[in-house]
């Protein structure tokens, strides 16, 4: 692990804002120089505390306006592996997100659909008949407030 100062915290709260800033910029906004800060970010990049910058997509603008959370408890453990589960289902297109959780349920999905009709289309034909599906639970996101990440600030 490395050691992160208040500077460094600085420039990832501004990155966080906007990964898109020049390290001129983000600079002049933490007090250093170009050189100083592009040096400070690649530390950052090469130790792993940055691990990359990430395109958001607006799902709604792309025509999906629907989006659930669905929880699934595999049916048969031990007879279909994780990872299969997690190949098959990442293949999905509609599934944005794959996490495997502890609780009620194995995983987590975070899924996009055009309308509830075109949810219910993916949930029936491609996840309700993925190799050890079991019980699921869907929860429909009506809202969403992004919240600062672990440093403080806007994340987007």
Do not use: C
């Not at 997509?57 to 049916?75: C, I, P």
């Not at 289902?89 to 509609?94: H, L, N, R, T």
């Not at 009709?117 to 599906?133: K, N, Q």
């Amino acid at each position: 692990m490395i050691e992160v100062d208040a500077i460094d915290h600085a420039l990832l709260r501004a990155l966080q804002r906007d990964a898109n800033q020049s390290a001129g910029a983000l600079g002049r906004q933490v007090g250093l120089s170009q050189p100083a800060t592009w040096r400070r970010i690649k530390r950052l990049q090469e130790t792993g505390v940055i691990t990359g910058r990430r395109l958001r997509l607006d799902a709604e603008a792309l025509g999906f306006a629907v989006t659930v959370f669905l929880g699934v408890k595999l049916a048969t453990k031990g007879r279909v592996s994780l990872e299969d589960f997690e190949r098959a289902v990442s293949a999905i297109p509609e599934v944005q997100t794959v996490e495997h959780v502890l609780g009620l349920y194995d995983y987590r999905l975070r899924v996009v659909a055009r309308d509830l009709s075109d949810f219910e289309r993916v949930l029936r034909r491609r996840i309700m008949t993925l190799p050890g599906a079991g019980d699921v639970e869907a929860n429909v996101l009506l809202s969403e407030e992004r919240r600062p990440g672990p440093l403080g600030g806007p994340t987007e």
